[in-house]
């Protein structure tokens, strides 16, 4: 198992917490930065294009419960769960990006988007989940233990 010490925690988390705001503005929601077929593309297509490019390398498929680990602003968690009909849990350690997911979910009216705080011993870890086309779905500590192990 892989540990990290709170410090370096707290460094990614305040760096995060610093950057995405300016990020968003100048690169949009999605921390990537894209993968240009033609060359031609702009910027949002290319970030859609990689996003998609990856999920079809894994095997992604409509319905499908997706974690993504540092999901930074959430763009391809939104982008998956609009795309595959899927449910997805971003994690970072952000609270800041946590924000940015949560208003840009909300914008998109198609998808609902709950906020977890989510205590361990130690850290914080600062989990949101996307569900698409629903009109209210609750997801307990015990779902998300599920969901995660």
């Given at each position: 198992?892989?540990?990290?010490?709170?410090?370096?925690?707290?460094e990614v988390?305040?760096?995060?917490d610093?950057?995405?705001?300016f990020?968003?503005?100048?690169?949009?929601?999605h921390?990537h930065?894209?993968?240009?077929?033609?060359?031609?593309?702009?910027?949002?297509?290319?970030?859609?294009?990689?996003?998609?490019?990856?999920?079809?390398?894994?095997?992604i498929?409509?319905?499908?419960?997706?974690?993504?680990?540092?999901?930074?602003?959430?763009?391809s968690s939104?982008?998956?769960?609009?795309?595959?009909n899927?449910?997805?849990?971003?994690i970072?350690?952000?609270?800041?990006?946590v924000?940015?997911?949560?208003?840009?979910a909300?914008k998109?009216?198609?998808?609902?988007?709950?906020?977890?705080?989510?205590?361990?011993?130690?850290?914080?870890?600062?989990v949101?989940?996307?569900?698409?086309?629903q009109?209210?779905?609750?997801?307990?500590?015990?779902?998300?233990?599920?969901?995660?192990?």
């Open positions: 198992m892989i540990t990290t010490d709170e410090k370096h925690k707290n988390k305040e760096f995060y610093v950057t995405s705001p990020w968003r503005d100048l690169w949009g929601i921390v930065h894209g993968y240009w077929k033609t060359g031609k593309e702009s910027k949002e297509i290319a970030q859609n294009q990689l996003t998609e490019e990856l999920a079809e390398r894994v095997g498929r409509n319905g499908m419960n997706i974690l993504d680990v540092g999901c930074g602003m959430g763009g939104i982008w998956l769960a609009k795309k595959y899927a449910q997805t849990i971003g970072t350690l952000s609270p800041v990006q924000d940015i997911a949560t208003k840009t909300t998109e009216r198609e998808l609902i988007l709950n906020l977890l705080l989510w205590m361990q011993k130690k850290p914080l870890l600062i949101f989940l996307i569900l698409f086309g009109s209210k779905q609750y997801l307990t500590l015990a779902t998300l233990k599920t969901f995660l192990f």
